[in-house]
């Protein structure tokens, strides 16, 4: 099983973020983060940070019907996961994007989780973003 974990970190004032996408496969733990140097808002992030993770999921795949459990801190982001949908007109390419990925795999879900438990995920975007740091 694969666990990927993803946030963003988003300064309002700047228009900046971060995004962070810690991915648990066997017992190795694999972190990514980019920054981003102009985000609509932190929604926008996190589901850019759903991106990087299936960006940098296919070098962890050994094969197509490995399951994956995608764990997200964003509402907006995994309700529009399960409709399909996005209401706001400025997520409809980002969620396409990913369902178009997600696809791929038979055996990919997704979970919301509080923030309490997406800690890594949280700090490498912080980190990103405080950093400016690009993968």
């Given at each position: 099983?694969?666990r990927?974990?993803?946030?963003?970190?988003?300064?309002?004032?700047?228009?900046?973020a971060?995004?962070?996408?810690?991915?648990?496969?066997?017992?190795?733990?694999?972190?990514?983060?980019?920054?981003?140097?102009?985000a609509?808002?932190?929604?926008e992030?996190?589901?850019?940070?759903?991106q990087?993770a299936?960006q940098?999921?296919?070098?962890?795949?050994?094969?197509?019907?490995?399951?994956i459990?995608?764990?997200?801190?964003?509402?907006i982001v995994i309700?529009?996961?399960?409709?399909?949908?996005?209401?706001q007109e400025?997520?409809?390419?980002?969620?396409?994007?990913?369902?178009?990925q997600?696809a791929q795999?038979?055996?990919?879900?997704w979970?919301?989780?509080p923030?309490?438990e997406?800690l890594a995920?949280?700090q490498?975007?912080?980190?990103?973003?405080h950093k400016?740091?690009?993968?």
């Amino acid at each position: 099983m694969i666990r990927i974990f993803t946030d963003a970190a988003y300064n309002p004032k700047t228009k900046e973020a971060g995004l962070g996408v810690v991915l648990f496969v066997n017992q190795s733990r694999f972190d990514y983060h980019e920054f981003l140097p102009q985000a609509g808002d932190n929604h926008e992030a996190e589901f850019t940070a759903v991106q990087l993770a299936m960006q940098q999921l296919g070098q962890h795949v050994s094969h197509q019907d490995e399951v994956i459990l995608l764990h997200c801190d964003s509402k907006i982001v995994i309700q529009s996961l399960d409709k399909q949908y996005a209401k706001q007109e400025a997520y409809h390419l980002l969620l396409k994007k990913s369902l178009n990925q997600i696809a791929q795999y038979p055996n990919f879900y997704w979970k919301w989780i509080p923030e309490k438990e997406n800690l890594a995920a949280d700090q490498v975007a912080r980190h990103a973003l405080h950093k400016k740091l690009k993968r």
